[in-house]
Structure formats: C-alpha cells, structure tokens
C-alpha cells in the first residue's frame, strides 16, 4: 500500500539526486573540476543529505545513529562505485562526454539497486527501507 512514508522517500530520492546533479554538473562546468572528483564530492554531499533527510523526516528512525550510518554507508560506497564505473567506461574507454555518462550512470544506479531482489531497496545506493530501518516500502 502506498502511502505518506513511500510519497516522502520518493520526493527525498528526487531532491537528493537533482542536488548531486547540480553540485556535479557546477563543479566540472564552471570550477574546472574533473569529472571523476566531481563525483565524489557530489556523492558525498548525496550520501549526508539522503541519509539525514530519509533517517530524521522520511522514517523518523529510533535506530541507533552509528550502525544505521555505517550500513547506510556501505550501500552508498556500492552506488557510488558502480557510477564511478560507469563514468571510467563511458568516458575514458568509450569517449562519450561526460555530462550524459553521470546523468545515465546515476539512472542505471538508482533503478538496479531500487529493483535489488525485490526486497532490498538501495534507491541511490541507500538501503534504508529494509536494511538499515527495517520497514519495508514496497
């Protein structure tokens, strides 16, 4: 059954992903940043945004912050890994520019661990629903 809780991590996941898009794209675009590190700031700022926004306003978690935060952290170093690889194979092997590789990298991320085995919801690499707040969302 849909509901609040489902309508508010949806709308957390699209901020979130819009905001490390245009942490991103600003970075390499106008500070002369290379893609590569530009990701990794950008993911970085996503990790504390997503995570302090669906933990506090999405889940209103009573979960313990540290466990909760390291196993959310190790969904997050996995998306992020798979982006960094899609951004090394589109860019470095296959020469595709850059701004459409991250933008595709982010989809291909978010849409393979939201589908995890059905059961696992990584939605931009971050396992809250089952993994770290045990709800299940869908």
Known sequence: KFGLVHARY?????????????????????????????????????LVLNYLANSTWTFNSSTKRFHSSL???VG???????QWLILYVGTD?????????????????????FKFKGI???????FF???VFRLKVF
């Not at 701004?99 to 595709?104: A, R």
């Open 129 to 131: 629903a089952t993994e």
């Open 71 to 73: 196993r959310y952290l």
């Open 93 to 113: 092997l296959l020469g595709f520019a850059h701004q459409w590789v991250v933008l595709v990298g982010l989809v291909i991320a978010s849409i393979s661990f």
């Open 10 to 46: 949806i709308f957390v996941g699209l901020i979130t992903n819009v905001s490390v898009l245009a942490v991103y794209y600003s970075l390499t675009l106008f500070a002369g940043v290379g893609p590569k590190s530009a990701l990794f700031f950008a993911t970085l700022l996503g």
């Open 120 to 126: 696992s919801i990584l939605v931009y690499l971050n």
């Open 76 to 82: 997050y170093v996995a998306s992020y890994s798979l």
